[in-house]
């Protein structure tokens, strides 16, 4: 197993991570009671919201930093944070790195919640979907093996991809339905 192997296996399990972080989220977002609903017990949402967020931005720092320990990726430092030159793909790798900003962007002022007004930190989450966006287009297009190969959409990392963006857009457009039929947005 690559370097290179690892960096997309670690992108993936982030990906799923963060997948499972919005839905869990948009859950959150409509005052879900898991003692009054499925499971009936008590399931500290909120806290799985957090900790699946936390390591998840550690898996999106690891994904690129493991690219500078492989002797074939031709990554620096600086292509990590700002891929302008880097060696493979630079536009997708250009995605990769906004997902990357993003998602710092909404972990960190998240942690900061209780020290901004609640109108500034929902703004802040917010960009969570901007974040997925970006993610998904990065983890969709880019060539895994790091080739410049144009991607193969049926690939089974990528349907993996393709489904976890489809999963968010769905749950999102739901519970855009949702406020809407039940006036909370």
């Given at each position: ?173 739901w519970r855009l339905r949702y406020g809407i039929v039940n006036g909370r947005r």
């Amino acid at each position: 197993m690559t370097a290179v192997d690892l960096s997309s296996y670690a992108g993936l399990a982030a990906m799923f991570l963060l997948t499972f972080n919005i839905l869990l989220g948009l859950l959150l977002s409509t005052k879900y009671n898991p003692v009054r609903q499925w499971p009936h017990r008590r399931v500290k949402i909120f806290e799985i919201h957090n900790w699946t967020a936390y390591i998840a931005l550690s898996l999106v720092f690891l994904h690129p930093l493991l690219l500078l320990s492989s002797s074939t990726a031709g990554f620096k430092s600086v292509d990590i944070l700002w891929p302008a030159r880097s060696p493979h793909q630079k536009l997708y790798n250009w995605f990769g790195a906004l997902a990357l900003y993003f998602v710092t962007l909404v972990v960190v002022t998240s942690y900061f919640r209780p020290q901004l007004r609640n109108r500034i930190w929902k703004a802040f989450h917010y960009s969570a979907y901007v974040a997925a966006i970006f993610l998904y287009v990065h983890g969709t297009l880019i060539d895994q093996n790091l080739k410049d190969q144009p991607a193969d959409l049926f690939d089974g990392e990528k349907i993996e991809v393709e489904a976890c963006g489809a999963l968010v857009l769905g749950a999102s457009l739901w519970r855009l339905r949702y406020g809407i039929v039940n006036g909370r947005r």
